[in-house]
T-cell receptor
Framework: GNSVTQMEGPVTLSEEAFLTINCTYT??????LFWYVQYPGEGLQLLLK?????DKGSNKGFEATYRKETTSFHLEKGSVQVSDSAVYFC???????????FGKGTSLLVTP | GAGVSQSPSNKVTEKGKDVELRCDPI?????LYWYRQSLGQGLEFLIY????????KSGLPSDRFSAERTGGSVSTLTIQRTQQEDSAVYLC?????????FGPGTRLTVL
């Protein structure tokens, strides 16, 4: 079935550093891909999404491009802030077309 | 605006007791989902509702778990005879399209 694999954390960066969190997927067809973020003590929030190949999702300075050639949806941000410290989850729609399959999450800590 | 709400936010219970977790979806959202987040298993899908019917219960881990949705709105997830391995954060989400909006979760601790 459809699944995602994302890099293990934790990732620790200094403020203003460049961020990449890798995510690769295995899927039948081209399901929608998502990045969710979970800030400390809060629920999951949708950060960005892409619904078809070559789409780029972007929000709050974060970007991810749906690349079918490399079956990837890597999350990037040019300059991270302390407030970006959170756990980031890559996800895709399962074969069912409605349930989300999540990666294990990558914890990011940004230090001043 | 009102997002997805869940209650209680925390629940501590003793092994063997039954618990009910409640989810209030975003008004007008026809689809509702339950997921479980635990340290060992990550985020797992439990059940999906379209309106009041649940076409997919495949994620429920055992027959001790059940869920219902009434009036196309509020949903309750019931766990009977709780076990320690049921300890987790139970997340509810709702959607109108394929974009799911999550509630803050209920943290369940089974002693």
């Amino acid at each position: 079935g459809n699944s995602v694999t994302q890099m293990e954390g934790p990732v620790t960066l200094s403020e203003e550093a460049f961020l990449t969190i890798n995510c690769t997927y295995t899927a039948t067809g081209y399901p929608s891909l998502f990045w969710y973020v979970q800030y400390p003590g809060e629920g999951l929030q949708l950060l960005l999404k892409a619904t078809k190949a070559d789409d780029k999702g972007s929000n709050k300075g974060f970007e991810a491009t749906y690349r079918k050639e490399t079956t990837s949806f890597h999350l990037e941000k040019g300059s991270v802030q302390v407030s970006d410290s959170a756990v980031y989850f890559c996800a895709l729609l399962s074969n069912s077309g409605y349930a989300l399959n999540f990666g294990k999450g990558t914890s990011l800590l940004v230090t001043p | 605006g009102a997002g997805v709400s869940q209650s209680p936010s925390n629940k501590v219970t003793e092994k063997g007791k039954d618990v009910e977790l409640r989810c209030d979806p975003i008004s007008g959202h026809t689809a509702l989902y339950w997921y479980r987040q635990s340290l060992g298993q990550g985020l797992e899908f439990l059940i999906y509702f379209q309106g009041n019917s649940a076409p997919d219960k495949s994620g429920l881990p055992s027959d001790r778990f059940s869920a219902e949705r009434t009036g196309g709105s509020v949903s309750t997830l019931t766990i009977q005879r709780t076990q320690q391995e049921d300890s987790a954060v139970y997340l509810c989400a709702s959607s109108l399209t394929n974009e799911q909006f999550f509630g803050p979760g209920t943290r369940l601790t089974v002693l």
